[in-house]
């Protein structure tokens, strides 16, 4: 199988800290990894797509600079929650698209739960 | 722009009866549709695509390029399937998708 892992899962910080969520594909290359943001009993909010070796394309409505996406390898992309406010606690998920494979799916994270005091 | 409406929040059935998640989008391209499914305490994964016109878990859903529609079905239903359910449409494979709402399916004993 295809496996997504996120770290850390949960995250406590105070107002005005940086956080940084790691997005790892774990046994396959991943061009293309996505990050989403989801409310309670809301649907996921694609907040940028990461591409490997590039900057990441960002979703209008969000701010590049506070959301700081980094895709430096192809297991690896990051999302960095730069002084994070209340505003920002929410339910953080990455997916990924395999670079070997055209079919579509999606494999995702457990997502990082962030709350910011 | 891509827009995918999944009209029901909730949805209850009695285990052994059919059930039927709904999903209209709205695309001007020709689209890739998918239903993804999170049980509980578990992460988002696919369920099934349009394009491999499968059924999985019992599970099928047709495309209907003229309602513009993804509906779900499944003529019994089971326990296990209780679960929320998500809808999405994607331009190209690989590329990024717009999700519904999502519609949260409990099937009752």
């Known amino acids: 199988g295809a496996v997504v892992s996120q770290h850390p899962s949960r995250v406590i910080c105070k107002s005005g800290t940086s956080v940084k969520i790691e997005c790892r594909s774990l046994?396959?290359?991943?061009?293309?990894m996505f990050w989403y943001r989801q409310f309670p009993k809301k649907s996921l909010m694609l907040m940028a797509t990461?591409?490997?070796?590039?900057?990441?394309?960002?979703e209008q409505g969000v701010e590049k600079d506070k959301f700081l996406i980094n895709h430096a390898s192809l297991t690896l992309s990051t999302l960095t929650v730069t002084s994070a406010h209340p505003e920002d606690s929410s339910f953080y998920i990455c997916?990924?698209?395999?670079?070997?494979?055209?079919?579509?799916?999606?494999?995702f994270g457990e997502g990082s739960r962030l709350t910011v005091l | 722009a891509q827009r995918v409406t999944q009209p029901e929040k909730l949805l209850s059935v009695f285990k052994g009866a059919p059930v039927e998640l709904k999903c209209n989008y709205s695309?001007?391209?020709?689209?890739?549709l998918f239903w993804y499914v999170q049980y509980s305490r578990q992460r988002l994964q696919l369920l099934l695509r349009?394009?491999s016109r499968e059924s999985i878990k019992g599970f099928t859903a047709d495309l209907n390029k003229g309602e513009t529609s993804f509906h779900l079905k499944k003529p019994f239903a089971q326990e296990e399937d209780s679960a929320m359910y998500y809808c999405?449409?994607?331009?190209?494979?690989?590329?990024?998708?717009?999700f519904g709402e999502g519609t949260q399916l409990t099937v009752n004993p």
């Open positions: 046994d396959f290359q991943a061009t293309t």
């Open positions: 999405a449409l994607g331009a190209t494979s690989g590329s990024r998708l717009t």
């Open positions: 997916s990924a698209s395999r670079a070997d494979a055209n079919t579509g799916e999606l494999f």
């Open positions: 990461s591409n490997e070796g590039s900057k990441a394309t960002y």
């Open positions: 349009h394009i």
């Open positions: 695309y001007s391209g020709s689209p890739e």
